[in-house]
């Protein structure tokens, strides 16, 4: 199934509105494509899947005024959203729950007020952020921010991330305002490999309960996962924090 428009491309869009609905969009099918729409006015998450379903793919989409998340897709397999604009969204602009072999490329987000991240990636099994640009956000706790996930390969490359501002986060976490957060970024038991490389990571504001944050990196607690990650290539200048934050365990880095 696929909900498309002659022109997915084109900037001029047919607009979904969901006119305050819960969500305009909603998946519940497997091999389904939505693309070259224009997504605006729901209440809750403006694409949304909340079951297990495989081959599912948002591309060329614009969406705003949204009152939870851009795009949600939950415990699915093979889920690519590609070339999305989210802005003036009051949760994540892109958020994959549960999933399997989930990319999230080309995207960008602003104007998002979320409490975990602008793109925001938990409980997934191998799934890769590349090519985004995120900026311009003043009321997001983080840029791009992994927790809880489980085995298999991770990558996070090639993001602009700029001018991402929380101030006064209550807790002592290194989330406010940092650029990419991992925060026990793997599942207590799994083994897996988080690649974060090529990434600029630039004037990001943030302060916490512990003083200063707006990291370009802050990584925070391992648990017991087997764990490694790969830091490549990433530039970090003009944040409040440090280029890279470690709140626990040791870290390895080159």
């Known amino acids: 199934l696929t909900l498309t428009t002659a022109d997915p491309t084109s900037p001029d869009k047919p607009v979904i509105d969901g006119n305050n609905a819960t969500n305009p ?10 693309e070259g729409l224009e997504v605006i006015r729901g209440s809750g998450d403006l694409v949304y899947c909340s079951s297990a ?15 939870d998340e851009g795009v949600q897709i939950k415990s699915s397999t093979n889920v690519l959203i590609e070339n999305c ?12 729950d549960g999933v399997t072999n989930g990319t999230i490329r080309n995207c960008e987000v602003t104007d998002c007020r979320s409490v975990n991240g602008c793109i925001y990636i938990t409980y997934c099994n191998t799934s890769t952020v590349e090519d985004c640009w995120i900026h311009d956000i003043y009321d997001s706790q983080t840029g791009i921010y992994f927790k809880d996930n489980k085995g298999g390969t991770h990558t996070i490359r090639n993001n602009v991330i700029t001018e991402n501002w929380f101030d006064g986060d209550a807790s002592w976490h290194l989330t406010a305002g940092s650029a990419i957060y991992l925060r026990k970024p793997i599942m207590n038991g799994y083994a897996a490999t988080i690649n974060v490389e090529h990434n600029t990571l630039c004037d990001n504001y943030g302060t916490n309960a512990a003083g200063v944050s707006g990291h370009g990196i802050g990584w925070d607690w391992n648990g017991t996962a087997t764990l ?13 924090g440090k280029a ?9 880095y080159g």
């Open 25 to 34: 969009i909603k998946i519940a099918a497997s091999n389904v494509t939505v």
């Open 244 to 252: 890279l934050a470690v709140e626990k365990d040791s870290v390895y």
């Open 53 to 67: 379903y495989s081959n599912l793919t948002v591309r060329h989409c614009v969406l705003h005024d949204g009152g």
């Open 85 to 96: 604009l989210a802005y003036d969204i009051d949760g994540d602009g892109f958020n994959l």
């Open 228 to 240: 490694v990650v790969n830091l490549k290539n990433n530039v970090a200048s003009g944040n409040s």
